[in-house]
């Protein structure tokens, strides 16, 4: 780190002083990976110049790399009063402070430093939530791939998400949304009936809330309640006119009761507020099929295909093909797209039917 | 003889007596019969064996003629923990064995287990289920008992005793069977024997699945086997065709048979509930082979391509357009899957719109019965139900281990649950149905695992009906395999069916307002016989004219 600076400072003076030349001595123990001589060269360059920044950084560095952080803090503790400007120096004392656990004292060098991915951490870790999640996302911008800032953002944001409904239940425990909030964590446990119970209180008291009849009607849906559930998204659809998954599930919930035309026309408007959706579009085939409209299934199941390749819903969209074109006595067709289903069954092992 | 007053019977005294009483919307009233007194014994450990949760079949019978219908159940064992090699499960304890129980003429019944001959299944046999058919035509029904182990014929001497006749009429299969039921494939007047068999599976190669939960393994951790044609040889033996036939030719999880001739070309075909893959149907090509043709037919897999935990089965026609339908009930978050014949070789999937979707989402069935509950001219759906795993309500809160049987009404092709009566939920298993009373309307019989039967007698109602027995002479002698028509309803002669049950073999008729009846049969032998104005709410014998 300090090596270019090292040799600056070198080339400037005509006979290197004796604290640069235990630097230099330093540096190359250091390459050679001795780095217990390493230290030793830094520490007597630090004594010999007690005014040297860039000795103190480097006795600082050669620690970390030994993974001793405490022993690192003092001499780039001592760098920064030196030369403050050293972003270098703040950095690796921000590391430092944040591996023995000192995250708030991090903090600041890490901003100096403008270490995105170690600054996230240690705000996570000092608990200042609403600050780490926008920083580990610019991290995460500059490095996707990373497993442990996927991890750290994740971890920021659900505790930033529980911290906040916290105070939300402290502060306005009556409210709709604290209701709301309760149902949806009692929905995660599949406790229906007190999910269901604190739902129904959050609509009593603000009924227009888009999306509690939504997410209420997922509840039933899981639970198999399918009339329950029909009713709520018929209501979301009220609330929200524009909103296509309400619309969706609605189609979804008509079918599962038979009633097929009702649930066309339901996802006929899902696929005309947001179109180009598989899920709606299989839906759409399959209410059709059902309702004896073999021409709209086949359009729509088509159109699925132009959308998904080798997925769950492709081998599905074949598979209510085969059954049109066979009821069509298009007997190559539906050959063709049985063909297309059980390569796509082979692998999920729905047929081990094999003699071996 | 003292003729016993009917519900029906008591319905019209108050009728003509001018007295009203109590509305009741309940079809069923869950009976404890005197003399009853069964429990099932399936042991479970904390090693949570399969075969623990799978069994518990019933048959209701004649097995002495005497008019009445008796009742067969099918015990279980005792499991130790954890089983050692040689399997034994205790059958010879009297707790552990089968029962056969007489009805008595009061409608009590009296346990005649040990003068049959019927005590003690065989030590090494963990009981599933039963399957009731005349294999000999002696004109008494014999027994066929399913096990994890092998399986017993007895054959019914006629004289209230049974004798185990396995080894020499070569019947035992081996392995893990489950339902199984009597036949005639190939018409020739013998009834043959299709043996379901559900994996490879022992007690030294069980798992224990869930992690924290330890529960009951899905199916498919364990290899998958073929199923079992028997063909009846007309001497007393039979003869394993499993892989000429073609049955053999594909590996099943299979739990249960029911049959029908579905494209109506005078040969009885196959359909087998598979459990956590596709289903069979097996094509009977009339030459002694048989094509799987279940996911052309499209009888394989749900609308959308999913496969079924296909356990109970029913195969008769429910919209009453003449052609058998298939029900298959399977776990929650699966809907019973109901297949509508049309007509054309093929099946489209029904459950939908017949209403199941609301009905079944988040139940588990096994035995299954389409009967006509309350004799309206539509077969009613009822479902023995609960779950597979004992422990689910703590895996899933939205399940439940018991839960009561379903019934549902049919409206026109549409069901809509109807109060059965029942209020306790039980794990359920088999379902058999029949007229225990002989009223004229359907009862049934439910077991439970672990526990002591339902008896679900009927209250009856105002609607006609007609109850037919089939006498076979060129034919199998119950005419099993016929297929006939009244007043536009169709029934397909069979005992098999539900899941390892076995039913009155007596076709039910409900009539409505009818007083009279058109009957048509179709025997097997290619037989068609026409009888015109028969007079309702009567048991009506047809015998099979002798010569074509």
């Known amino acids: 780190m300090s090596g270019v600076l090292l040799a600056l400072l070198l080339a400037l003076q005509a006979s290197p002083s004796p604290a640069l030349q235990h630097l230099h001595a330093g540096l190359e123990a250091e390459k050679s990976g001795q780095l217990d001589a390493a230290v030793a060269e830094f520490q007597k360059a630090t004594e010999l110049d007690p005014e040297l920044a860039v000795a103190f950084v480097d006795l600082g560095d050669i620690y970390i790399e030994k993974r001793d952080y405490a022993d690192a803090i003092p001499p780039l503790k001592r760098a920064v009063e030196l030369s403050p400007s050293l972003e270098g120096a703040h950095r690796l004392l921000g590391y430092a402070l944040l591996a023995q656990g000192y995250a708030s004292e991090a903090i600041p060098h890490l901003q100096k430093a403008h270490a995105e991915d170690a600054l996230g951490i240690a705000l996570l870790e000092a608990g200042k939530l609403p600050e780490a999640v926008p920083v580990l996302q610019k991290a995460l911008s500059q490095n996707p791939n990373d497993p442990d800032l996927l991890y750290y953002y994740g971890s920021a944001a659900g505790q930033l998400s529980k911290q906040v409904f916290d105070e939300l239940e402290e502060r306005f425990p009556d409210s709709a949304r604290a209701h709301q909030m309760m149902a949806q964590d009692y929905a995660v446990l599949r406790d229906v009936p007190s999910a269901e119970r604190e739902f129904l209180e959050a609509l009593r008291l603000r009924p227009q809330t888009a999306a509690l009849h939504l997410e209420l009607g997922e509840l039933y849906a899981r639970a198999q309640q399918w009339d329950k559930a029909e009713e709520q998204f018929q209501l979301e659809t009220e609330v929200q006119p524009g909103s296509a998954e309400a619309f969706y599930r609605l189609g979804e919930a008509l079918v599962q009761l038979g009633k097929f035309h009702e649930a066309r026309e339901a996802l006929v408007s899902s696929d005309q507020l947001k179109g180009d959706m598989p899920e709606t579009l299989y839906m759409l085939g399959k209410a059709a099929a059902s309702d004896g409209d073999d021409s709209l299934a086949q359009k729509s199941w088509l159109h699925v295909l132009k959308l998904e390749k080798d997925t769950a819903l492709a081998a599905q969209a074949h598979f209510g093909l085969a059954g049109i074109y066979r009821k069509q006595g298009k007997t190559a067709e539906a050959d063709r797209e049985m063909d297309e289903f059980r390569k796509s069954q082979s692998s999920a092992g729905h047929t081990d039917d094999s003699p071996k | ?548």
């Not at chain 2, 689910?392 to 549902?408: F, T």
């Open chain 2, 1 to 548: 003889m003292n003729r016993r007053i009917t519900r029906r019977d008591f319905l019209e005294m108050c009728a003509a007596m001018g007295i009203a009483l109590p509305a009741t919307s309940a079809l069923f009233d869950v009976k404890h019969p005197r003399g009853l007194d069964f429990n099932h014994v399936n042991s479970p450990t904390p090693q949570k064996y399969l075969i623990e949760t799978m069994g518990g079949g019933v048959a209701l019978f004649d097995y002495n003629n005497d008019g009445l219908l008796d009742i067969f159940l099918v015990n279980s064992g005792q499991l130790t923990n954890p089983m050692h090699q040689p399997e034994a499960f205790d059958r010879h304890d009297p707790r552990n064995w089968n029962r056969l129980y007489r009805q008595n003429p009061d409608g009590s019944f009296t346990d005649v287990t040990k003068e049959a001959g019927l005590a003690n299944a065989g030590d090494g046999n963990y009981g599933m289920g039963v399957a009731v058919g005349d294999y000999d035509n002696d004109g008494f029904p014999d027994l066929y008992i399913t096990n994890y182990g092998k399986n017993t014929l007895y054959h019914n001497n006629g004289d209230g005793t049974f004798t185990d006749v396995t080894a020499k009429a070569g019947v035992e299969a081996g392995g893990w069977s489950c339902s199984a039921g009597f036949f005639d494939y190939d018409n020739d007047g013998h009834l043959d024997l299709f043996v379901t068999r559900y994996m490879i599976w022992d007690t030294q190669h069980s798992k224990i699945c869930g992690n924290e939960w330890q529960t009951y393994c899905p199916p498919a951790e364990f290899p998958a086997t073929t199923n079992i044609l028997y063909r009846n040889r007309g001497d007393g033996t039979f003869e394993d065709v499993s892989q000429r036939s073609g049955i053999a030719a594909l590996k099943g999880r299979s739990l249960g048979v029911s049959f029908a001739d579905y494209d109506d070309d005078g040969f009885t075909d196959i359909f087998v509930s598979n459990d956590g893959m596709r289903q069979f149907l097996f094509h009977n090509n009339g030459d002694g082979t048989f094509t799987e043709r279940a996911l052309e037919a499209g009888t394989a897999l749900t609308a959308d391509g999913k496969p079924l935990s296909g356990m109970g089965t029913v195969f008769q026609d429910y919209d009453n357009d003449g052609r058998p339908d298939i029900l298959v009930t399977v776990l929650p978050r699966e809907v019973y899957a109901l297949f509508h014949n049309d007509g054309n070789g093929s099946f489209s999937y029904r459950s939908l719109q017949s209403g199941l979707g609301l009905l079944s989402a988040a139940s588990s069935g096994w035995g299954v019965g389409f009967e006509d509950f309350d004799n309206d001219g539509w077969k009613d759906l009822f479902v023995a139900q609960s779950h597979v795993l004992d422990n689910v309500e703590v895996i899933d809160h939205m399940l439940h281990y018991k839960e009561p049987p379903l019934l549902a009404l049919n409206h026109n092709g549409r069901f809509e649950r109807a109060d059965s009566g029942i209020t306790s939920a039980i794990a359920g298993r088999g379902a058999a149905f029949g007229d225990l009373n002989n009223d004229g309307w359907m009862d049934v019989v439910v077991t439970s695992l672990g526990g002591a039967p339902l008896v679900l007698m009927n209250h009856g109602g105002a609607g006609h009906w007609l109850s037919i027995s089939l006498r076979g002479t060129r034919s199998n002698r119950d005419g099993l395999g016929a297929r006939v028509l009244v007043n536009g309803q169709v029934r397909f002669a069979t005992t098999a069916g539900s899941y390892i049950s076995s039913s009155d073999k007596r076709l039910h008729f409900g009539l409505g307002a009818a007083e009279l009846a058109k009957v048509e049969v179709h025997w097997p032998s290619g037989a068609h016989q026409i009888l015109e104005n028969v007079k309702a709410d009567q048991f009506l014998e047809v015998r099979e004219p002798e010569k074509s």
